[in-house]
């Protein structure tokens, strides 16, 4: 059983960088052929998916997002990590990570595993 699991603050000022890393376990992230994927729900809004790191370590981003946000990975501790730069209160949403066999998916079933979920916040 493969579980992700969200984590980092909760609250983050205007201007400044969102970074959200997701702790997997039951399964490596190196294997072949998945995507890790950071997704985002704003209040009142449907999924949107902001980027991926796939099973080889390539990257994909929202073009929309893309100028603002990395995605990387730390394979020793099978984790893989977000950063959203200058954030600004639109940014406030809750902030999945999940695991898929395709990039870019916006459908909850295009995804096997998900986290639970983390608020963040973007405010003074």
């Known amino acids: 059983q493969v579980q992700l699991q969200e984590s980092g603050p909760g609250l983050v000022k205007p201007s400044q960088t969102l970074s959200l890393t997701c702790t997997v376990s039951g399964g490596s992230i190196t294997t072949s052929a998945y995507y890790w994927s950071w997704i985002r729900q704003p209040p009142g809004k449907g999924l949107e998916w902001m980027g991926a790191i796939a099973y080889d370590g390539s990257t994909y981003y929202n073009p929309s997002l893309k100028s603002h946000t990395s995605i990387s990975r730390d394979t020793s501790k099978n984790q893989f990590s977000l950063q959203l730069s200058s954030v600004t209160p639109e940014d406030t949403a809750v902030y999945y990570c999940?695991?898929?066999?395709?990039?870019?998916?916006?459908?909850?079933?295009?995804?096997?595993?998900w986290g639970q979920g983390t608020q963040v916040t973007v405010s003074s």
């Open positions: 999940a695991r898929g066999t395709v990039v870019a998916g916006t459908r909850r079933d295009e995804y096997d595993y």
